[in-house]
Nanobody
Framework: QVQLVESGGGSVQPGGSLRLSCVASGRSFSFVTMRWYRQAPGKEREFVAS???????NYGDSVKGRFTISRDNPKNTMYLQMNSLEPEDTGLYYCSVLAYWGQGTLVTVSS
């Protein structure tokens, strides 16, 4: 059974940093693209970042220059380093691979 589990969310002040992790189990995802999405309260789910099997990255416009996506294939894990966090980054962050989704980890940016 495939499972994606996010962790690393929490509460942080504006300008702070967090590192999210997504651990996949049940099969290897070494050869597919992995993605992060987020959903803010009252808003639609939004693309954050993606990373291909070869390490090619892509970012949503609102996070470019502040967030960095990476992956560790032997550990079947994807990361999202988030710096210079803003209140607008508040939301539930999900990892997604193929048709699979995690349950999300909550990020709150507030002073």
């Amino acid at each position: 059974q495939v499972q994606l589990v996010e962790s690393g969310g929490g509460s942080v002040q504006p300008g702070g940093s967090l590192r999210l992790s997504c651990v996949a189990s049940g099969r290897s995802f070494s050869f597919v693209t992995m993605r992060w999405y987020r959903q803010a309260p009252g808003k639609e789910r939004e693309f954050v970042a993606s990373i291909s099997s070869g390490g090619v990255t892509n970012y949503g416009d609102s996070v470019k220059g502040r967030f960095t996506i990476s992956r560790d294939n032997p550990k079947n894990t994807m990361y999202l380093q988030m710096n210079s966090l803003e209140p607008e980054d508040t939301g539930l962050y999900y990892c997604s691979v193929l048709a699979y989704w995690g349950q999300g980890t909550l990020v709150t940016v507030s002073s």
